[in-house]
Nanobody, 123 residues
Framework: VQLQASGGGLVQAGGYLRLSCAAS????????MGWFRRGPGKEREFVAA????????AYVDSVKGQFIISRDNAKNTVYLQMNSLKPEDTAVYYC?????????????????WGQGTLVTVSS
């Protein structure tokens, strides 16, 4: 199983980025997908998740209305659209996969993890 995250980079505050996570080696449609992040000097935290079946979503309060998670099962890819970025959104962003997952925020419920992609938001 491989989860390949991409799309990170340097952006000014107020800008936007779209992260992608391409999955291989698993039956993607059976997996709930999540995005987590670890900011400088911080613990890794849950950001957003999308369920495996009906595509319901969940977000940490700090990104509600700002980030949008979506998935394309035909492309085995999950996305994180990040708008109105703030310096505090600076982090390494990780995607993760949970078999039959339904919007889990707990890291321990995810079986597979990607390598992370760095997002830097300048002020």
């Amino acid at each position: 199983v491989q989860l390949q995250a991409s799309g990170g980079g340097l952006v000014q505050a107020g800008g936007y980025l779209r992260l992608s996570c391409a999955a291989s080696g698993l039956t993607f449609s059976r997996f709930g997908m999540g995005w987590f992040r670890r900011g400088p000097g911080k613990e890794r935290e849950f950001v957003a998740a999308i369920s495996w079946n009906v595509g319901t979503t969940a977000y940490v309060d700090s990104v509600k209305g700002q980030f949008i998670i979506s998935r394309d099962n035909a492309k085995n890819t999950v996305y994180l659209q990040m708008n109105s970025l703030k310096p505090e959104d600076t982090a390494v962003y990780y995607c993760a996969a949970a078999l039959f997952g339904t919007n889990q925020a707990r890291e321990s419920l995810y079986q597979y993890w990607g390598q992370g992609t760095l997002v830097t938001v300048s002020s």
